[in-house]
């Protein structure tokens, strides 16, 4: 008999801080008129100045391993999705796996962009069905704040901070995980990256007066290849479940822009109110975006036991993944 593999517990934590579209027409020149019509964003949490992303990540996986009924001392990995760790090294996982007191845990981060929840949930689900682990911890959590380039309006109004976190691992038979579908081009790598800090360009004065350290995004780019994948990858995790759109009670997509999630649903035909859109109050929180909707999606009862959910997102990479589960809470 195949393992079933599911989520036993969610948690997500944003910081205190609103900044709304008002605040940010003072700092560039946008508006809270363009911003709402162009992504459906009204304001995002902003991480206070001492905030990191192990603090948030941290308060989301205490919520989750309380949701779960588990300490963590049960935890046997932590796999954190980000793109804006704590240091370059060591691991955010590793920094987060001494402040949890998870002593029994390996760590590591994975680097997906805004599909490294997903992919973390992929990865996790497969690693726990070889039987090597019983319980991992995975958490998207991003602290964008800290790479944003405040002078530039064609990012700094679409991203906010925040983390959520998922405790994975063994459900009731036919439950958890039943489609995947994960994938990469990293030849589009260069329509959303932090240029300066790695080995091709090492930090100095130049790359810091130059903004290298901040993210650069070709908006119009990542938008088309979004439109484009957000189908593909969601049939694809369909095909691999056995399933049909009609089957999906709720998706959860990647909170980026409100014309490419009414786009997806479309494509799969779902009716609005089986998709859920929180991007108005958080904007993208790259890889925490998800697991921040799916959280908030079942304490709104939005997600009851045997629904079938789809979760899809997109990012750096570029990537892109999707998984469909059938709720066993
Ligand atoms: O998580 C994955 C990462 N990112 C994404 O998914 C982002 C995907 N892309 C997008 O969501 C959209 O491309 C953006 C929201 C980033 C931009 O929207 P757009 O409709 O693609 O705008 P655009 O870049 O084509 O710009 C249209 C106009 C331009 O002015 P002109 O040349 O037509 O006069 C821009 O200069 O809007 C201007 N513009 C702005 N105006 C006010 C660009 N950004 C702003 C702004 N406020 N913040």
């Not at 908006?219 to 049939?235: C, N, P, R, S």
């Not at 959860?252 to 929180?278: C, E, G």
Request: glycine content about 10%; proline content about 3%.
């Amino acid at each position: 008999m195949t393992i079933a593999v599911g989520i036993l517990g969610m948690g997500y934590y944003v910081p205190e801080r609103i900044m709304t579209n008002y605040d940010l027409e003072k700092i560039v020149d946008t508006s809270d008129q363009w911003i709402t019509e162009r992504t459906g964003i009204k304001q995002r949490h902003i991480a206070a100045k001492n905030e990191v992303t192990s603090d948030m990540a941290l308060i989301a996986a205490k919520n989750a391993l309380q949701d779960a009924g588990l300490s963590a001392e049960d935890i046997d990995l932590i796999i954190l999705a980000t793109a804006s760790p704590d240091h370059a090294f060591p691991s955010t996982a590793c920094i987060l796996q001494d402040h949890l007191g998870a002593k029994n845990a390996a760590a590591f981060d994975l680097s997906a962009g805004c599909s490294g929840f997903v992919y973390s949930l992929a990865v996790s689900s497969q690693i726990i069905k070889s039987g090597l682990y019983k319980h991992i911890l995975i958490i998207g959590a991003e602290t964008l704040s800290s790479i944003m380039n405040w002078h530039d309006r064609n990012t700094c109004v679409v991203f906010g901070d925040g983390a959520g976190a998922a405790v994975i691992g063994i459900t009731e038979p036919g439950y958890g995980v039943l489609g995947i579908d994960m994938g990469a081009d990293g030849s589009g790598g260069k329509y959303l990256y932090q240029p300066a800090g790695g080995s091709r360009c090492p930090a100095s004065s130049e790359t810091v007066a130059a903004n290298g350290h901040t993210i650069h995004m070709n908006g119009q780019e990542v938008f088309k290849f979004a439109i484009k994948i957000m189908g593909k990858t969601t049939e694809r995790a369909l095909k691999n479940a056995n399933m049909k759109s009609e089957d999906i009670d709720m998706l959860i997509p990647h909170q980026a822009n409100l014309r490419i999630i009414t786009s997806a649903a479309k494509r799969l035909k779902l009716p609005m109110d089986k998709v859920w859109v929180n991007l108005d109050k958080y904007a993208n929180t790259s890889a925490a975006s998800i697991p921040i909707a799916l959280c908030e999606a079942q304490a709104a009862g939005a997600i009851k036991k045997s629904d079938n959910v789809l979760l899809a997102g997109f990012g750096a990479g570029l990537t892109w993944a999707a998984v469909i589960l059938k709720w066993c809470k």
